[in-house]
T-cell receptor, first 115, second 114 residues
Framework: GESVGLHLPTLSVQEGDNSIINCAYS??????FIWYKQESGKGPQFIID?????DKRQGQRVTVLLNKTVKHLSLQIAATQPGDSAVYFC??????????????FGKGTKLSVKP | DAGVIQSPRHEVTEMGQEVTLRCKPI?????LFWYRQTMMRGLELLIY????????DSGMPEDRFSAKMPNASFSTLKIQPSEPRDSAVYFC????????????FGSGTRLTVV
């Protein structure tokens, strides 16, 4: 039979509303964070990043907030559009003594935008 | 730049057969990563290279998996023999040193082993 797949958290929003996607990370040594968007049948696409010495960064229609105290990251999308429907991943990187740590990806959140 | 190029886009093979996935990173990028994505486990790092040298292969599931990077513009991921549980989407990603650390991903190879 079919194996049980990973149940992705799903966020359903109305077109034009703001969306907030949350992510908890576990490594206090992580110093760099990225949000990726993955549309069906495509590879993850870079959206926005933030370093640990910042708590907020804004892009075009997107804002990333970082709370190091509680190890929480969020992605805010303003005026959500149908084209924003995708799975969103947060990723963290820990810079271990100057070596290039790898990106570790979260499980993802599925954003569904209703027209 | 055409981005990270992977081939084939889809591969269907029978259990026991050898499968080779290919990747061309972005020119000038000196890091190359192979990821596997499944519904059960999400995105998993299999192996990564720096300047064509394998740095960390701790994510490679078992000896059936091998990866090579003979030059800066080409890498392969080989599975021999393939098994149905290897069915997944395999992504290649690259990035350069000293620039934004975001990786650029290819479009992936969807592998189905029957």
């Amino acid at each position: 039979g079919e194996s049980v797949g990973l149940h992705l958290p799903t966020l359903s929003v109305q077109e034009g509303d703001n969306s907030i996607i949350n992510c908890a990370y576990s490594n206090s040594a992580s110093d760099y964070f990225i949000w990726y968007k993955q549309e069906s049948g495509k590879g993850p696409q870079f959206i926005i990043d933030i370093r640990s010495n910042m708590d907020k960064r804004q892009g075009q229609r997107v804002t990333v907030l970082l709370n190091k105290t509680v190890k929480h990251l969020s992605l805010q999308i303003a005026a959500t559009q149908p084209g924003d429907s995708a799975v969103y991943f947060c990723a963290e990187r820990a810079d271990y003594g100057g070596s290039q740590g790898n990106l570790i990806f979260g499980k993802g959140t599925k954003l569904s935008v209703k027209p | 730049d055409a981005g990270v190029i992977q081939s084939p886009r889809h591969e269907v093979t029978e259990m026991g057969q050898e499968v080779t996935l290919r990747c061309k990173p972005i020119s000038g990028h000196d890091y190359l990563f192979w990821y596997r994505q499944t519904m059960m486990r999400g995105l998993e790092l299999l192996i990564y290279f720096n300047n064509n040298v394998p740095i960390d292969d701790s994510g490679m599931p078992e000896d059936r998996f091998s990866a090579k990077m003979p030059n800066a513009s080409f890498s392969t991921l080989k599975i021999q023999p393939s098994e149905p549980r290897d069915s997944a989407v395999y992504f290649c990603a690259s990035r350069g040193t000293g620039e934004a650390y975001g990786y650029t991903f290819g479009s992936g190879t969807r592998l189905t082993v029957v």
